[in-house]
């Protein structure tokens, strides 16, 4: 396939609710979109790196720059920058999906037309609001649910849910909101001698 037209765009679009996790409180997400041109078909493809390189070392802004100044020439030529080459990745086999006039699951060699997906809930304004939340998603059929933690919304979160679902899976996403402690030297003899 001959690509015959490029167009690459950072937009900032708001977020419905606050999406609040370790990281901060998100209003809006910062996104890179991509339009490709081919054959008399066009499609459009998205990245959406974190707007801060907090996550990892590629942020928006960055992945913009990439994609329009290095990679929508030259793809293989610059190394890494998955956020980047992601973009167009995607916005290429959209396209080709479109050149073959089949879905998109069946241009990548997929069989279903259906995936299991969970729910996804950020940090809450209180353990009521969360309940509400998990029991809507458990009913509208979702098999698991990731939940956020930050300081001050942990443990304690933790042992809620778990209390008032004790048999349904949840998934736990700290973002980088804990670290592992070094053990002491003590500690550590300590724990040698007790073993067996």
């Not at 609040?20 to 054959?39: A, C, F, N, P, W």
């Not at 008399?40 to 790196?49: F, I, L, N």
């Amino acid at each position: 396939m001959v690509i015959e037209g490029i167009e690459i765009y950072r937009v900032r679009v708001p977020l419905a609710f606050v999406w609040k996790t370790s990281y901060g409180d998100q209003h809006d997400t910062d996104t890179v979109l991509v339009r490709m041109e081919s054959q008399g078909h066009h499609a459009w493809g998205e990245s959406c790196p974190p707007y801060i390189p907090n996550y990892s070392a590629e942020h928006t802004l960055a992945t913009f720059h990439t994609v329009r100044e290095h990679m929508a020439g030259h793809l293989d030529f610059v190394k890494g920058n998955q956020f980047a080459r992601a973009a167009l990745e995607i916005t290429w086999w959209v396209l080709e999906a479109k050149r073959q006039g089949v879905p998109l699951h069946v241009a990548l060699g997929g069989t279903g037309d259906r995936v299991a997906v969970g729910a996804d809930f950020g940090v809450q304004d209180s353990l009521d609001t969360l309940m509400k939340k998990i029991d809507e998603a458990i009913v509208q059929g979702f098999p698991r649910i990731k939940l956020k933690f930050r300081p001050g919304w942990d443990l304690d979160m933790v042992a809620a849910v778990r209390s008032t679902f004790p048999s349904f899976t949840f998934h736990i996403d700290c973002n980088a909101a804990r670290t592992r402690l070094p053990m002491s030297i003590s500690s550590a003899r300590s724990t040698a001698i007790a073993s067996p």
